[in-house]
């Protein structure tokens, strides 16, 4: 039977799509975005602030130290996932912990310490973290997650998350604290902006890497919120919550929901239907 020229050309497109996708899947660093993705996100968030204020205040060592401490902790955490071959989810979440914990005291020192307040470090952050995606855009010419497959543009990817959860922490203290919300009100205001962001990401055109970074960043002023809500003192609208306690507990259920939801690497939300 003699077959069409046409259909040999579509049959060795088809191929290596399907190889280009499964080299894609395998080399990626990264977990496949899912609610539950979303969930353990928020969770570690929460936990960064409740482990970063314990460090910093319970412990008394002060912002500056604990910064150090935290960032010294990231770099090893993101030194080891940059090395590992393949996606590793409890690697992956370790060092989005670090850097939360990292982006507390980073943002507390900067707010507080420095003197520029929750504005001015706010806009410093904001900057640098535009700064980060702009460089990774120019040099990659994306900033899809799905394209986190190689050590050069891992870098890139932890240096965003890196400023975007420290600009998350200095935006959520600035709402709670100097705007007046609280830390109920600070968390309502967050979470309603991300249910506008999925509203967003289902009925318009809107970029889906835009709305994804722009999702990933407001996790972050939500966990902040919500961490200081737990562990601050009643009188001033807190749960009083121990925050090695909190800690402990949202530890806790960050590795039960890793351990109960297995996850793989997947495909960044602008190829995926999943946010």
Not at 39 to 51: M, P, R
Not at 184 to 211: P, Q
Not at 224 to 249: E, M, N, Q, W, Y
Request: charged residues 10%; glycine residues 10%.
């Amino acid at each position: 039977m003699h077959l069409p020229p046409y259909w040999f050309a579509g049959l060795e497109k088809r191929t290596n799509n399907f190889m280009n996708q499964s080299i894609k899947e395998i080399a990626s660093k990264v977990p496949e975005v899912t609610v539950i993705f979303w969930i353990i996100k928020i969770v570690a968030t929460t936990l960064g602030e409740t482990g970063g204020d314990a460090v910093s205040m319970t412990m008394n060592l002060g912002y500056a130290l604990a910064s150090v401490i935290f960032i010294g902790i990231f770099l090893i955490t993101v030194f080891a996932q940059i090395m590992a071959k393949s996606f590793h989810p409890f690697l992956y979440w370790v060092v989005i912990v670090a850097t939360t914990t990292a982006g507390t005291t980073m943002a507390d020192f900067s707010d507080r310490s420095l003197g520029i307040g929750y504005p001015g470090g706010t806009s410093i952050l904001f900057v640098l973290l535009m700064l980060s995606l702009g460089i990774w855009y120019w040099s990659e010419g994306s900033i899809a997650v799905e394209t986190v497959a190689s050590p050069r543009v891992e870098m890139f990817y932890w240096t965003a998350i890196m400023f975007s959860q420290t600009l998350g922490t200095a935006l959520g203290d600035w709402m709670a604290d100097t705007a007046g919300l609280g830390y109920d009100g600070g968390a309502l205001l967050f979470s309603v902006g991300l249910v506008l962001l999925i509203i967003l990401y289902r009925y318009t055109k809107i970029s889906h890497v835009l709305l994804f970074w722009s999702a990933f960043i407001l996790t972050r002023p939500l966990g902040a919120t919500v961490g200081d809500f737990l562990d601050k003192p009643i009188d001033h609208g807190g749960l009083a919550v121990g925050r090695f306690t909190a800690s402990a507990i949202l530890a806790s259920f960050m590795v039960a929901c890793i351990l109960l939801f297995p996850q793989k690497a997947g495909r960044h939300p602008g190829e995926s239907p999943a946010l």
